[in-house]
């Protein structure tokens, strides 16, 4: 089972904000993404990291990446 939880880390120990539907004792994997440092450039769809990438791949394209390339493909 995978669930997000968000928590306060307060006095060495993870807090959740809401309660979780967990036996006592249960082991659990925490995966820490402290929010504060999520920056304003955020890339739902990846473009900006694929842009970055042009040129540093063996074989891979040397121009911009066409982000319309359904509109090229399908419209006649």
Same mark, same amino acid.
């Given at each position: 089972? @995978? @669930?997000? &939880?968000? +928590?306060?880390?307060?006095?060495?120990?993870?807090?959740?904000? %809401?309660?979780?539907? =967990?036996?006592?004792? @249960?082991? !659990?994997? =925490? !995966?820490?993404?402290?929010? +504060?440092? &999520?920056? @304003?450039?955020?890339?739902?769809?990846?473009?900006?990291? !694929?842009?970055? =990438? &042009?040129?540093?791949? %063996?074989?891979?394209?040397?121009?911009? &990446?066409?982000?319309?390339?359904?509109?090229?493909?399908?419209? %006649?």
């Amino acid at each position: 089972m @995978t @669930t997000a &939880v968000d +928590a306060i880390y307060e006095d060495g120990v993870f807090k959740p904000e %809401k309660p979780l539907d =967990l036996k006592e004792k @249960t082991k !659990v994997r =925490l !995966v820490i993404e402290d929010e +504060a440092a &999520v920056t @304003t450039d955020h890339d739902p769809t990846g473009w900006k990291a !694929v842009d970055e =990438l &042009v040129g540093f791949i %063996k074989d891979g394209p040397n121009e911009p &990446v066409g982000r319309d390339h359904d509109k090229y493909l399908y419209d %006649k």
